[in-house]
């Protein structure tokens, strides 16, 4: 008894102290009372938690052995992963999800750390700009999306992009009816409707660097480009490198983008993405068990990729010390 | 709280070289060529969305497109409203927002507190497996939700179409419990010693103590969980399937195939106004609530 108590002992707060001069048992009667109003706060939350979040946790792996038909349950192994597997959709679908998240890494990872950069040595307008690039993100995805997909990507040359290209004298584009320009046309409206919240994340990292190590890289020579290798960049690596995975595993997760702008699979399922995936399995195809399955899959590729890329940044950042 | 303005501080140009002559023309030219190029890119796809609504059928088809609607249609905004039952659906959606504010600022706020300052045996345990939960990717975790709240364990209830399928899970929020946990952890103890000392019950010390010192954190979770009620799409289009309980934006994708695409957009733009409102209204608290909450932990 009096070692399963101990550690609460560790934790108590110091200004509880009092109790202590009074008799032991009393003490041990106090303490369970303590811990009884702890769990009474907790409860709330907790029961949330229990059923809608640790509970699927399970519930997701053990319905992905299972199959449900007709009310009645029942063990089928792997049949479930098979199922998905043979999907003729599911390679297509985890190819232009790694080539969405490649592209999106590639615009929408440096662009937010550029103009981040840019913001960050301004003295004027400041609350401006940052208000300006993170107002997207409070749209409703669904409002954006209507915008790119009916005034955005018209293909034809009353659309706003395709009109701006004509100005230009650019080659004009199919955008969501074409296979090749899916794609990036996916980004370039989930890049404008996210880039905000990056940008404001790598603006406060960049105002704690102290000024002595530009001052210092100054006078060592550095341009400011060399200034933005040696000194900003290093400086800011953690952050960069946590947003890098967070984003990875944010665009992994493409859904509503694809819903909206491609109907779905879009022309010749050049918009399918694992999250449609799921989503089709689970709610047109009758088959919750196989698209449990296929999120037992995306977890583990998921989780995979997150565990291989902490593992590769911790190393690197430990030879550098 | 502090997101900015340490103008003081050397950045990457030192401010010297800004004053001088050469410099203060670059700085001049490039600041505001940034100001205009910025404006054009994300408050001209708006502009574009608010008067591209306004026009005819006709000529937002046609080619090039105009900068002005000719013939503006308000129109086009009343046919969205009254064809997509807007007043239904945004009450609806303002409902679920509200709640979701008050289930979380309750039941998160409590656990916070306890976490934080009454700290039960095990408690840290608990917490454990509460930031557990941010590792796990949305995605994978809706399908076994959703079997879940269409026949609630051991009670065998089903929560489709009524709001608590929204209110509840918003509740299973492991950021809300660490921003509240964090700032609750820098209350000094001292300042609860002497309510304690005064015979204050923990709910007491928790009410006229903690609460009123806490309303900044406490604002930017209400406007995180706002928003984030506001802008979901996924979840409320399964767990809210009938017409009469649809969110916004769902009941927006829904009535977009057979509705003509400039009351749609009209339809959008209506949607958008509540979230615009309410960042212009607390844009200083989201900023300082999205860069503290995400950086110095």
């Known amino acids: ?321 | 709280m502090m997101a900015g303005d340490h103008v003081e501080t050397r950045t990457l140009v030192s401010r010297a070289q800004l004053a001088s002559g050469r410099g203060r023309v670059l700085y001049w030219v490039v600041l505001v060529t940034v100001i205009l190029v910025f404006t054009a890119v994300f408050i001209g796809p708006l502009y574009w969305m608010v008067t591209g609504a306004l026009k005819s059928g006709q000529e937002i088809a046609q080619a090039p497109p105009t900068l002005f609607p000719r013939d503006p249609r308000p129109r086009n905004y009343s046919d969205a409203w009254e064809r997509l039952n807007l007043a239904k659906l945004l009450f609806n959606t303002f409902y679920y927002a509200i709640g979701a504010v008050l289930f979380q600022l309750v039941l998160d706020t409590a656990a916070a507190y306890a976490l934080s300052k009454l700290r039960p045996a095990l408690g840290n345990v608990i917490l454990g497996l509460m930031l557990s939960t941010l590792m796990i990717p949305a995605m994978v975790l809706i399908i076994p939700q959703y079997v879940t709240v269409i026949d609630l364990p051991i009670v065998h209830v089903s929560l489709l179409d009524s709001p608590f399928a929204i209110w509840l899970p918003t509740v299973a929020n492991a950021f809300n419990i660490f921003l509240l946990k964090r700032f609750f952890d820098s209350i000094p103890e001292d300042l609860l010693a002497a309510a304690i000392v005064d015979g204050a019950s923990p709910l007491r010390t928790l009410w006229s103590i903690i609460l009123p010192i806490s309303r900044p954190i406490l604002g930017v979770v209400s406007i995180f969980a706002v928003t984030a009620v506001w802008k979901d799409f996924l979840w409320p289009k399964l767990v809210m399937p009938s017409p009469e309980t649809r969110t916004v934006s769902v009941g927006i994708y829904a009535f977009s195939g057979g509705t003509p695409m400039n009351v749609v957009v009209a339809a959008a733009v209506i949607a958008a106004i509540p979230t615009i409102v309410v960042f212009l209204v607390f844009q200083r608290n989201i900023m300082s609530g999205l860069t503290t909450g995400s950086l110095k932990g």
């Open chain 1, 1 to 321: 008894m009096a070692i399963v108590t101990l550690p609460a002992t560790e934790n108590r707060p110091a200004g509880r102290g009092r109790s202590a001069v009074r008799r032991p048992y009393s003490v041990r009667r106090r303490r369970v009372r303590d811990n009884m109003t702890g769990y009474a706060f907790l409860s709330g939350a907790v029961l949330c938690f229990a059923v809608f979040a640790w509970y699927p946790m399970i519930r997701g792996v053990v319905m992905s052995f299972q199959r449900t038909r007709r009310g009645e349950t029942r063990w089928v192994g792997w049949d479930n992963y098979e199922r998905i597997v043979n999907d003729p959709g599911f390679w297509t679908a985890w190819k232009n999800t790694l080539y969405f998240s490649l592209l999106a890494l590639v615009v929408g990872y440096a662009v937010p750390f550029v103009v981040a950069i840019v913001f960050n040595e301004f003295r004027h307008a400041r609350g401006y700009l940052r208000a300006l690039v993170y107002l997207p993100v409070m749209l409703p995805p669904a409002s954006a999306l209507f915008l790119f997909k009916y005034y955005a990507y018209d293909p034809s040359d009353a659309g706003l992009f395709n009109a701006v290209l004509k100005a230009l004298h650019l080659p004009t584009s199919q955008w969501m009816q074409s296979t090749t320009m899916t794609m990036p046309a996916m980004v370039i409206a989930s890049t404008w409707m996210n880039m905000g919240g990056a940008v404001l994340i790598y603006l406060a990292a960049l105002q704690s660097i102290p000024g002595d190590l530009y001052e210092a890289a100054e006078l060592d020579g550095a341009g400011i480009l060399g200034r933005v290798r040696h000194v900003t960049i290093p400086q800011t690596r953690l952050i960069l490198s946590l947003m890098a995975m967070l984003q990875v595993v944010a665009t992994m997760q493409l859904f509503v983008e694809p819903l909206i702008l491609a109907n779905g699979a879009g022309t010749q399922d050049a918009a399918l993405t694992v999250a449609y995936l799921i989503y089709q399995h689970g709610f047109f195809q009758n088959d919750l068990n196989g698209a449990a399955a296929l999120g037992v899959i995306m977890l583990l590729v998921l989780g995979g990729f997150s565990a291989v890329y902490v593992r590769l940044f911790s190393t690197q950042d430990g030879r550098g010390r």
